[in-house]
């Protein structure tokens, strides 16, 4: 969707660095999420954020941080990446929060070797 | 045992069949919401109802609040049908189903 980029779109990094994943949006919704997927798992919220500088932990937030210091932008950090961490990252917004619907981003596939 | 149920895991049709994918929820929800995971890997929203029936083209939602259970039918599927379907339950977050993928073959 034009409204919601996602960078980098692949990325492959070494155990112990740290990885910045961006969202970007043109949309100006109030609501950024972070979700990752993984095979048998659903989409499972790593953090949120419902205003600039306003963020909330989600379900599987050990490992991460997140800031949104503008409207458009939501940023995830791996402070220091693991194994575990490889996976395909999703970003989606919304302008009413969740009974509003989403909009999702391509994804970031995140290979930790 | 997950929050979110999706079944089956994997549905394989031939096109032209009647397809129903189903979701069976154990929270409380305010919405119940599909969603379509295309083979590239984009997410699309489908639908969000929070009673009885939605209906968009050959595709058709419903839900069951009492036994908290929804269903996607697709009508006269087509190979570009194709893709994971996603259910999620809505109410302070959004809980997601592991998905159904569905192929269609010509």
């Known amino acids: 969707d034009a409204g919601i980029t996602q960078s980098p779109r692949h990325k492959v990094t070494e155990t112990g660095t740290p990885v910045t994943l961006r969202c970007h949006q043109t949309e100006n919704h109030r609501y950024m999420y972070w979700y990752r997927q993984d095979p048998g798992h659903g989409l499972r919220l790593i953090h949120y954020?419902?205003?600039?500088?306003?963020?909330d932990k989600g379900e599987v937030s050990d490992g991460y941080s997140v800031s949104r210091s503008k409207t458009e932008d939501f940023l995830l950090t791996l402070e220091s990446a693991t194994s575990s961490q490889t996976s395909v990252y999703f970003c989606a917004i919304s302008a009413l929060s969740y009974i509003d619907g989403y909009t999702f981003g391509s994804g970031t596939r995140l290979t930790v070797v | 045992k997950n929050e979110v149920e999706q079944s089956p895991q994997n549905l394989t049709a031939q096109e032209g069949e009647f397809i129903t994918i189903n979701c069976s929820y154990s929270?409380?929800?305010?919405?119940l919401h599909w969603l379509q995971q295309h083979p590239g890997g984009g997410i699309v929203s489908l639908f969000m109802?929070?009673?009885g029936k939605k209906k968009h083209g050959r595709l058709i939602a419903t839900i069951n609040i009492q036994e908290k259970h929804s269903s996607l039918h697709i009508t006269a599927s087509h190979p570009r049908d194709s893709a994971v379907y996603i259910c999620?339950?809505?109410?302070?977050?959004?809980?997601f189903g592991a998905g159904t993928r569905l192929t269609v073959k010509p």
């Open positions: 929270v409380g929800i305010s919405a």
């Open positions: 954020s419902y205003g600039v500088k306003d963020t």
């Open positions: 999620a339950a809505v109410n302070n977050d959004m809980r």
């Open positions: 109802l929070s009673s």
